[in-house]
Antibody
């Protein structure tokens, strides 16, 4: 059974940093692309960042480019999202998600974790 | 960037009724790379439909998707109590930069 467990969320002051983790199990982690999404309170879904299976290829939304860094440790079956220079508008539930099919070049996230809440406030 | 517009914003129906949710794209969605997700309160989104009309693993056959080009529809044939949730359409493809509609809230009448 696929499981994705996010952690690392919490309350941080504007300008601060936080690192989110997503521990995966139930599938061959190293061959699947992974993505991070977020959802501000009462709002819709927004794509944040993505990473290929090997970790070489990384992608970012314009809203977080230069402030967030995605990475993965395939030996630990974990994907990370390092967040710097946090702003109030980064307040959201952050979800990690797993690609549906490996190797087909299509980015469709078929399974999402339960999320971790990040609150940026003084 | 493709903008997805969902309608209606809120749909009030009773269990047993048929639900029809719409998603319109600002430009044609290539290869019908259009997905639908269900999100219940306090839960993560769950993939229902991909490729405009293919049901994801474990999804009940009362859920069906249709459409192509710029107009897509999610139909729930007979509503069950557990179907009341928010539904999002999403366009995807060969870029990880996906976009979502603003959501349709399906509520019990």
């Amino acid at each position: 059974e696929v499981q994705l467990l996010e952690s690392g969320g919490g309350l941080v002051q504007p300008g601060g940093s936080l690192r989110l983790s997503c521990a995966a199990s139930g599938f061959t982690f190293s061959i699947f692309a992974m993505s991070w999404f977020r959802q501000a309170p009462g709002k819709g879904l927004e794509w944040v960042s993505a990473i290929g299976g090997s970790g070489t290829d990384t992608y970012y939304a314009d809203s977080v480019k230069g402030r967030f860094t995605i990475s993965r440790d395939n030996s630990k079956n974990t994907v990370y999202l390092q967040m710097h220079s946090l702003r109030a508008e980064d307040t959201a539930i952050y979800y990690c998600a797993k690609d549906q099919i490996t190797g087909d070049g299509i980015w469709l996230m078929s399974y999402w974790g339960q999320g971790t809440l990040v609150t940026v406030s003084s | 960037e493709i903008v997805l517009t969902q309608s209606p914003g809120t749909l009030s129906l009773s269990p047993g009724e048929r639900a029809t949710l719409s998603c319109r794209a600002s430009q044609s969605v290539s290869s019908s790379y259009l997905a639908w997700y269900q999100q219940k309160t306090g839960q993560a989104p769950r993939l229902l439909i991909f490729g405009a009309s293919s049901r994801a693993t474990g999804i009940a056959d009362r859920f069906s998707g249709s459409g192509s080009g710029t107009d897509f529809t999610l139909t729930i044939s007979r509503l069950e109590p557990e179907d009341f949730a928010v539904y999002y359409c999403q366009q995807y493809g060969r870029s990880p930069e996906v976009t979502f509609g603003q959501g349709t809230r399906l509520e019990i009448k």
